[in-house]
């Protein structure tokens, strides 16, 4: 169900029996190839598949399109929440589906940069609603639910996900080719250690802050030149059913007597 075009009695009396599903995305620089919107386009893509698979079971929020990105904020374009501004946001949003309701509630997240404050969210949402009746609240970005489907997979040229990407270029492509302007080009040559990759293609041994005009000088990573509309659809084939697993099995979780 589409939460949006749900009436206050119905989403009062259907609340308890659905997950409330929240998409978070952002509006930030993606490169020069790619629109602003690009992570809340891919974001209501996603939604919309899972609601189709879930019409009964999920009540699919619209998308989050503001989120944490002052480290994109050297790029023009970026919209951006500042972190703890944007913890207090999701605070107040699922506190209010908590009080329609909703005893399952979940974040779809379609930006890294939300990653750490939705963390954050989480934890004070958990201290607060100790005790009886209290809600399910999770919360996964796309690209760890579906990280087996996506390491399995043999059609990509790059092994993971980064930013105005080969991954997310091709999302993008197999939405709106016409919203690609030109082919694109990853810039990674600012930033080299054996501790850490700052494409997240392997796992760092060492937290490091660093914004995007800092590493690269276009704002896009990764060979989004290697990017087509064919390798989009196979994505989205791969990252929905992991999705779609989970809310169906998180639906189970059950309190203890």
Not at 231 to 245: Q, T
Request: with cysteine; aromatic share 8%.
């Amino acid at each position: 169900m589409k939460y949006a075009e749900l009436t206050s009695p119905e989403l009062g009396r259907l609340a308890p029996d659905l997950i409330a599903v929240l998409p978070l995305a952002a509006v930030e620089q993606h490169g020069n190839h790619l629109p602003v919107i690009t992570d809340s386009a891919i974001a209501d893509e996603l939604s919309s598949r899972i609601e189709n698979k879930l019409p009964d079971l999920v009540a699919m929020l619209p998308t989050l399109w503001c989120g944490s990105s002052h480290h994109h904020k050297g790029f023009p374009g970026t919209l951006s929440l500042r972190s703890e501004t944007y913890v207090n946001v999701l605070l107040d949003l699922i506190n209010s589906l908590i009080d329609s309701g909703f005893r399952h509630i979940f974040l779809l997240n379609c930006h890294g940069g939300n990653q750490t404050p939705f963390a954050e969210a989480l934890y004070r949402l958990n201290l607060a609603h100790q005790g009886n009746d209290e809600p399910w609240i999770a919360g996964a970005s796309y690209w760890h639910l579906a990280a087996n489907e996506l390491g399995a997979q043999t059609f990509m040229d790059s092994p993971r996900l980064t930013h105005a990407c080969e991954y997310e270029t091709s999302l993008m492509m197999a939405l709106r080719l016409d919203w690609i302007k030109g082919p694109g080009r990853g810039d990674n040559g600012h930033f080299k250690s054996k501790f850490v990759d700052p494409l997240g293609y392997a796992p760092s041994r060492v937290v490091v802050s660093r914004s995007f005009h800092q590493l690269s000088d276009n704002g896009a990573l990764g060979s989004p030149e290697n990017a087509t509309p064919e390798k989009g659809r196979e994505l989205y084939d791969l990252i929905v059913p992991p999705i779609v697993e989970f809310l169906q099995e998180f639906a189970t979780w059950k309190n203890h007597d």
